[in-house]
C-alpha cells in the first residue's frame, strides 16, 4: 500500500465550523491513545479520541500484550529478583542503541514501578511467575519472562534481571490489555468516535494545532481541539512509500500491524515542519523457536554463525535482516538463514513449543546436511567443529552464548530454513512467509512530556505524539515490551501535558 | 560540532528590503554549485552564488575528484570497453541500493556520455589509459579506473566496464575540477558572494521560496532570488545531532568534508515541510590498502571473512561500519576489523603504495597470529585454512573473490588493524583514527529538475537542491564518483530549472 495523501496544514482562518469539540483530540485509538484518554480525561479535560477503525484496539490489540517494566516491580520481586532502576537503564541503553534516547530511558526507568502499579489498578492482571528460556511468547501464563537480560554482551554492563511483564491471558495478552485500557478511558470520561480518519492538522496564525481535518464516510468533518492533539497513529509499516525512503530492508516481509500504519500522523507533523528521527529502525520478529535456536546454531548463508542464540530472538531477526541480508534488499548476498539442531535439541522442546516447525532438512553427517542446504561446500562442516569443540570446553569464544545452552551437537543434525516461516499458533493468516515480520521504530522527535519538536528541537505549539508515531526510547535497537511500555509511559504524559496546556483562542 | 540554529522560515511580508538580489540564487560553491550556476548563467538568468567560506571548492575540492561516468565515453572506447547506459544502469542500481532511485540512475546513465563531454569542454582532462587493480586512488595519471564493476555480485548482473573517471592531475583532481567548473561559472557571467552563511528562507505567502537571510562577518543580509534558490550546502557530517538523530554509526569517525557540512541546507528544507530519504546513509572510505585486500583477506572480530575482498573498497567499509560494528556503535561487539596478507602479497603491492602502512603483527604460523591479534582461539586458523582451500581450487565458494587475486597464503603472515588508520599522504592532518572516514548520503527528495519535494510529494515553489544536500541517486549503498557525478549532473538540471521558472513577483 502506498499513501501519498495530501498531509499539507490547513489555516485555522479557513475553517468556517467545527463539526466536534474537546479539549484534547487523541488521534489512534492504541495503547498509547487509551493511556492519554485516560490521564487528560482524569485532568478534567473533554476528551476525544478518534480512530480510523470501527473500535478501539489498533495493532496494540494484536500484539503478546508484553511491557517492558523494571526497577523492582512486586512480580519481579516475588519472582526473587531485587532489579533497580539503574540496571534497567543501563540494559536499555544497550540493547535500544545506538542512539537511544538516555533522558527518557532514565525517566522511564525512574517512574517504571509506578506504571506497573498504574498498570494493576487499571486491571490488568500479572501473574508472579517466571517462564525461564529463550522464547517469543511463553506456553504458560507466567507472567515474567527474560528478554535478553541474561545474554551477552549485557550480563556484562547490567545486574541481570528478567523485564517483560505479560499480562495473564488465554492467549495472546494484547486483546485484553487494551480491554483494560480502553475501559479506563471510557470510565474517565474520553468519548470516542470511530471510522474517522484523520488526514490534516489545522493550524493557526502562531503556528500552534487548534484541530485537525478528517474524513468519515467519504465526508470531511472537523474538530477543534482546544488544548492540545496527541498523535497516537502508529508506525509507517503499512505504507512501502515510506518504507523505500526510509527502511527498505523491511519491504516485502510480513507487516506487524492492525493494517493502518500508514504513517498519516508522522507525515502530517512532518509537514509542519517536525522532526524525525532513527526512521530506519524497525524490529525483526524472526521465524525462529527460539528454544531450538538456543540450542543449536543460527548460520548465514556461508554457513557463519553471527550471534549468540541465547539472546532475545529480535536481535538475532534484527542481525539476519540488516546484517546479514535475509531480505536480500542488497544484491548479490544470498539470503538464507538456517538454525542447525541436534535431535537431542529438537525433542528437548516439547512438540507445542516448536508451533508445527518440522526439519527442512536431516543429514546424517554434517557434510550431508552441508550438501541438503546448499551451503558452500565445507563452510557448515568447519562450523559444527568449531562450535562442538567450544562448546565442549563450555566456553563460547566467538559469540558468548550462555554455558547454560553448549552442548557438542551430535549427527543426525536438522536445518531449519528460517525463511519457510513460523507462526504462533495464536495469529491468523499465512504462516509461510519470508522469515521476518516487522514494524517501524523510527517516527516524531518528541520531548518528556510527549510534545512533538520541530527540527529546531522547539516545542510545535499543540501538538503531541506517542507511541509509534514517536521515535520513544529507542534508537537502532529494540527488546519486546518497550513499545507497549514506551506507548503507555509517554503517551499517560502526553495526554496530561496536553489537558494541563491552557486553553488556546486561536481557532474559531 | 552540534548545530541548532533557528532554521525556521522567514515570511517574505516581514522582509523590508533586500541586500542583494538575482534570479537564481545558489547557496554552496561546489561541485553541485558550480555546475548549477553555470547552467543558470548560460541560459541567461542573473545568477548569484553564495558560500559560507571565503572562496568556492567545498568538500569536493577536497576529493579524489572521481566522477562516475559511462555508457561509452570516449576514454571507455580508447581504453578499449564498449559500455552501454544499459549496463552501467544496471550496476548502480544493485550497487547504490537498497532503494536507489531508478528515475534518477535511467537519467543519468542516458546522458552520462553527454555529461563526460559537457566536463571536458569545461576544461576537465580525462586520460585514456586504464588503472587495472583495486585502489582508493590510483598511483599514476590514468584517467580511467574499475570501483568494483568486476567483482562479485556484479559481473552477474551487467556487464562489467570500468566507469571512474579521473581528471590528470599531479594529487587528487578535486581541486583541479573544482577550477574548472568555477572558471566556467564565473565566465558564463555568474557572481559570488563569500564568507555568508544562509541561515534561512524566505517564503512567499503562496509557500514559494524568494530569497534568503544570511549572516556575513556578524550582520544579517536578505538575498532576494526572483526565480529560485538552489540548495547545495552538502550533507551533515558535520552536525553530531543530526548524526545521532538518523546515522549514529557514523559518529566519531573521521569526518569527509571542509568542515561545513552541517546540514543546514536540509534542515531549512524540512522546516519548510521538505521529504528527507535514506538519512541513515554514508560513505565508509576504510582505512585499508585495497591492493593488500585483495592479495589477502579481511576478517572481522571473530576472525571471519565477510565479503570478497576485491570489491570497490568503499563496500568493505560499509559492511565493516554497518554490519560488523566496526565502530562500536552496538554494544557489545568486539569491534576490530583486520586486514590479512603474506609477505608475497605484501611485497607484490609497491612500497608507495602501501601509504606508509606496516603490518600491526607478524606470525610465523597462523596460531602465533591469532594470539597475537587477540582472536578467539582457533578462529584464524580456521579461516586460513579454509581460504587456502578455496584458493587452491581457484574458487571462492564463499565470497566470490575473482580468481585473479585467490592465491593460498604462506606464512609468515601480517596482520593489519584497520583501526590504525591509514590515509594517502595528500591528506593533511592526523593519519591514525577510528579505521574510517565517512560522509553522509541522505538528504532531500528531488525530482529529475532538482525541485525539492515535500512529504506528499509535491514540488516546493522556488526551492531546488543538488549535491550532498539532496539524496540523488543514492539508496543505501554508494560507489566512489556517484557523488561529484550525480552532483555535477543534477546540480546542472536544477541550475537550468531554477533559471526558466518565471519570475516570481511574491518577494518585495
Chains 1, 2 share one sequence.
Not at 60 to 88: H, K, N, W
Amino acid at each position: 500500500m502506498t499513501v501519498r495523501n495530501s498531509v499539507r496544514p490547513r489555516a485555522a482562518a479557513a475553517i468556517d465550523n467545527y463539526d466536534f469539540e474537546a479539549d484534547v483530540l487523541v488521534v489512534g485509538y492504541g495503547a498509547a491513545g487509551a493511556s492519554a484518554a485516560f490521564e487528560a480525561a482524569r485532568a478534567g479535560a473533554r476528551v476525544l479520541v478518534v480512530d480510523r477503525a470501527g473500535g478501539a484496539g489498533g495493532a496494540s490489540a494484536l500484539s503478546g500484550g508484553e511491557i517492558y517494566l523494571g526497577g523492582g516491580t512486586p512480580v519481579q520481586r516475588a519472582c526473587g529478583f531485587a532489579d533497580t532502576a539503574e540496571d534497567m537503564a543501563a540494559f536499555l541503553t544497550a540493547a535500544l542503541g545506538p542512539s537511544a534516547d538516555p533522558a527518557k530511558i532514565a525517566e522511564y526507568c525512574a517512574g517504571s514501578v509506578e506504571h506497573f502499579q498504574w498498570l494493576v489498578d487499571r486491571g490488568v492482571p500479572f501473574k508472579p511467575s517466571l517462564w525461564d528460556a529463550p522464547t517469543w511468547v511463553p506456553p504458560t501464563d507466567d507472567g515474567l519472562m527474560w528478554l535478553g537480560e541474561n545474554s551477552w554482551p549485557f550480563t556484562e554492563l547490567a545486574t541481570p534481571a528478567p523485564r517483560g511483564h505479560r499480562p495473564t491471558a488465554n492467549d495472546f495478552g494484547g486483546k485484553l490489555l487494551m480491554e483494560c485500557l480502553t475501559e479506563a478511558a471510557e470510565s474517565a470520561g474520553a468519548e470516542a468516535l470511530f471510522d474517522t480518519y484523520v488526514t490534516n492538522l489545522i493550524v493557526a496564525e502562531n503556528n500552534t494545532v487548534v484541530g485537525v481535518v478528517a474524513r468519515r464516510y467519504g465526508k470531511e468533518l472537523t474538530i477543534r481541539a482546544h488544548r492540545g492533539v496527541v498523535l497516537t497513529t502508529g508506525g509507517f509499516v503499512d505504507n512501502d512509500a515510506m518504507l523505500a525512503d526510509h527502511a527498505p530492508q523491511l519491504l516485502g516481509h510480513t507487516k506487524v500491524s492492525a493494517g493502518t500504519d500508514d504513517g498519516s500522523g508522522i507525515r502530517m507533523a512532518q509537514a509542519l515542519g517536525a522532526a524525525v528521527r532513527h526512521m530506519g529502525a524497525g524490529q525483526v520478529g524472526m521465524s525462529l523457536i527460539p528454544g531450538l535456536a538456543a540450542r543449536g546454531m543460527v548460520v548465514n548463508a556461508r554457513g557463519q554463525r553471527f550471534m549468540n542464540e541465547d539472546t532475545y530472538p529480535g536481535r538475532i531477526g534484527q542481525a539476519a535482516l540488516y546484517r546479514q541480508n535475509m531480505g536480500g534488499a542488497w544484491a548479490g548476498d544470498d539470503t538464507a538463514v538456517w538454525v542447525i539442531v541436534d535431535e537431542t535439541g529438537f525433542e528437548d522442546v516439547p512438540e507445542p513449543q516448536r508451533w508445527g516447525v518440522q526439519p527442512t532438512h536431516v543429514g546424517e553427517t554434517p557434510e550431508e546436511l552441508e550438501q541438503l542446504t546448499g551451503l558452500p561446500t565445507g563452510s557448515l562442516v568447519d562450523t559444527v567443529l568449531r562450535y562442538n569443540e567450544l562448546a565442549a570446553r563450555g566456553d563460547d569464544l566467538d559469540f558468548h552464548k550462555s554455558p547454560r545452552w553448549l552442548r557438542p551437537l551430535t549427527s543426525p543434525l536438522a536445518a531449519i530454513d528460517v525463511k519457510a516461516g513460523v507462526r504462533p499458533p495464536s495469529e491468523a493468516g499465512d504462516r509461510r512467509g519470508t522469515g521476518a515480520s516487522v514494524f517501524t521504530l523510527g517516527g516524531l522527535h518528541t520531548d518528556l512530556d510527549g510534545h512533538v519538536l520541530d527540527v529546531n528541537g522547539d516545542r510545535i505549539g499543540g501538538l503531541f505524539a506517542a507511541g509509534r508515531a514517536a521515535n520513544g526510547l529507542h534508537g537502532f535497537g529494540y527488546i519486546s515490551g518497550t513499545s507497549l511500555g514506551d506507548g503507555t509511559f509517554f503517551g499517560r504524559r502526553a495526554g496530561a501535558a496536553a489537558a494541563e496546556k491552557p486553553r488556546d483562542d486561536q481557532g474559531r
